[in-house]
């Protein structure tokens, strides 16, 4: 009889959340003001086991609060078992959290690459994935349009598709620090951190990486905030140009930190000349204002009427870098024309220019 291969093994797994009958109650007792247990104990799932094997279809029934939602959260990994172990044997998607790491604002295109780039794909990688995606996805032109206009099912599979091609953080990361341990410096220990790990887990790897026990670390973004490691010395980013200036600021500020000469390297392999002055701009200041203003001159907030999500709007006298008192100006006497005549009866011509600029663009506005 052949043997069936297991896809995922869920093992005496068990979920406690603690109840409080005060909300004073949580902190007193998390600060150890009290040696009194002020909570009980709420069991969302408790001891539960079950194995999927490769090709089965399964369904989880339960009355409302059974736990079946909690359950298939802690098998994707959505949430952490307070007890008990989950094994999982390949990639898993959970439908309810796709597209959980999608800019709104972004059309379709725009939110692939992003996702892409943030786990570790190179534009290349992606550009090879792009076509399989789409066809995947199947929503036509709508990917050039922001996604927070998508119904929810066009939403989903835009996600979906994103999902099965590229969304495997764990092993990009992974994949990334073996080949950097084993083929480019064996004389040093290299560890990595991703957004998928565990907080304890975490926490580990955080704590050897600023002992000095670890010394090169790879990671996804999850390290863009909230890290204090004193000795690091060096951060690289790779496919900077994917990244906006605020956030290069953001991952710059994890280096620097201590007394040693830092430096972070932006790599890139975008030979666009605007490319290259936002990220020539970091060079220049370690201002954050600066860096947020110099990257809304370069790149532009985009158009409200129009499909662009960045890029200067059709100005045709002002410019938004240099003439913000003037645009502030002209808001003012707008709000002031319109608290007189709210609708613009007594300006005809204003009211006609208004009623043409919406109608020519009442597809595409952002």
């Known amino acids: 009889m052949e043997q069936k291969e297991l896809a995922i093994h869920v093992d005496r797994v068990s979920k406690v959340y603690k109840l409080y009958r005060r909300n004073r109650d949580r902190l007193i007792e998390s600060l150890g003001l009290t040696k009194k247990k002020l909570s009980t104990p709420h069991y969302a799932l408790k001891d539960v086991s079950l194995d999927i094997y490769k090709g089965e279809t399964v369904g989880i029934i339960g009355t409302n609060g059974s736990g079946k939602s909690t359950i298939l959260k802690i098998i994707t990994g959505v949430l952490h078992e307070t007890s008990g ?3 999982v044997n390949g990639r898993i998607s959970a439908l309810l959290e796709l597209g959980a790491g999608f800019n709104m604002e972004y059309n379709g295109i725009e939110n692939i690459y992003l996702n892409g780039t943030m786990i570790g794909f190179s534009e290349k990688e992606i550009d090879e994935k792009l076509q399989d995606i ?30 099965i091609n590229i969304v495997d953080e764990r092993k990009a990361v992974t994949e990334y620090a073996q080949k950097l341990q084993t083929e ?15 907080a304890k887990e975490k926490d580990a790897v955080m704590s050897a ?29 790779e496919n900077a140009e994917r990244f906006g200036l605020s956030q290069l600021h953001q991952l710059r500020g994890r280096v620097g930190r201590g007394q040693h000469q830092s430096y972070c390297v932006l790599v890139s392999d975008n030979k666009n000349d605007e490319t290259r002055q936002r990220l020539k701009a970091m060079t220049k200041t370690a201002d954050g204002f600066k860096i ?13 009427f129009g499909l662009r999500q960045h890029g200067l709007p059709g100005l045709r006298v002002a410019d938004l870098g240099c003439d913000t008192r003037l645009l502030a100006e002209a808001q003012s006497a707008a709000d002031g024309l319109l608290a007189e005549d709210p609708a613009l009866t007594h300006h005809p011509a204003t009211a006609e220019r208004v009623r ?11």
């Open 85 to 87: 172990t989950v094994q």
């Open 134 to 163: 789409l066809d995947f996805a199947d929503i036509g032109d709508y990917v050039y349009q922001p996604v927070k206009t998508y119904s929810s099912g066009m939403f989903v599979r835009l996600a979906f598709a994103v999902a």
């Open 184 to 198: 480019i410096f064996p004389d040093l220990k290299v560890a990595f951190v991703h957004g998928k790990m565990k």
């Open 209 to 237: 990486f600023a002992a000095g026990k670890t010394d090169i670390l790879v990671s996804t973004t999850v390290i863009e905030v909230g890290v204090d490691v004193p000795n690091a010395n060096l951060m690289v980013v």
């Open 292 to 304: 947020a203003e110099e990257d809304l001159r370069l790149r532009g907030p985009g158009d409200f």
């Open 356 to 366: 043409k600029l919406f109608q020519q663009s009442e597809n595409s506005l952002n």
